[in-house]
């Protein structure tokens, strides 16, 4: 069995009003039918009520935690720290997905994708 802890935004820049998110939708729940592969998911969404630092020290103990063979992140929002990234590389495998590259690679994968052990992009 694949352990993967999956971060991402369920829902559309965090609000519920504006429907699940592209990623939740055809990625998350494509990991969540895959045989032999269990996903845990950290919703990125917390951040708008519970901040930036708690969301990055949870992260971090769940995968300390839980001890996955992946963690894969949605990158669209800048709410992991280089720090943390850092810290999950050397607790598992990290890949990092960026989605809007064409327009956010300067703040987003050009910065955070030497902090990860693999990325992929749809640039």
């Known amino acids: 069995m694949l352990k993967i802890i999956y971060g991402g935004g369920k829902y559309y820049h965090f609000d519920s009003q504006q429907g699940y998110s592209f990623e939740h939708s055809n990625?998350?729940?494509?990991?969540?039918?895959?045989?032999?592969?269990?996903?845990?998911?950290?919703?990125?969404?917390?951040?708008?009520?519970?901040?930036?630092?708690?969301?990055?020290?949870?992260?971090?103990?769940?995968?300390?935690?839980?001890?996955?063979?992946?963690?894969?992140?949605?990158?669209?929002?800048?709410?992991?720290?280089l720090e943390t990234l850092d810290e999950l590389r050397r607790l598992t495998i990290t890949l990092g997905f960026f989605v809007d590259d064409h327009w956010h690679f300067d703040n987003s994968s050009k910065i955070a994708a030497v902090h990860l052990s693999w990325i992929a992009t749809t640039y």
């Open 27 to 81: 990625i998350y729940e494509s990991l969540r039918q895959m045989s032999g592969v269990e996903v845990i998911y950290f919703e990125y969404d917390q951040v708008k009520k519970n901040g930036k630092e708690w969301l990055n020290r949870e992260l971090i103990e769940l995968v300390k935690k839980e001890q996955p063979d992946l963690f894969l992140s949605l990158m669209y929002y800048e709410d992991l720290t």
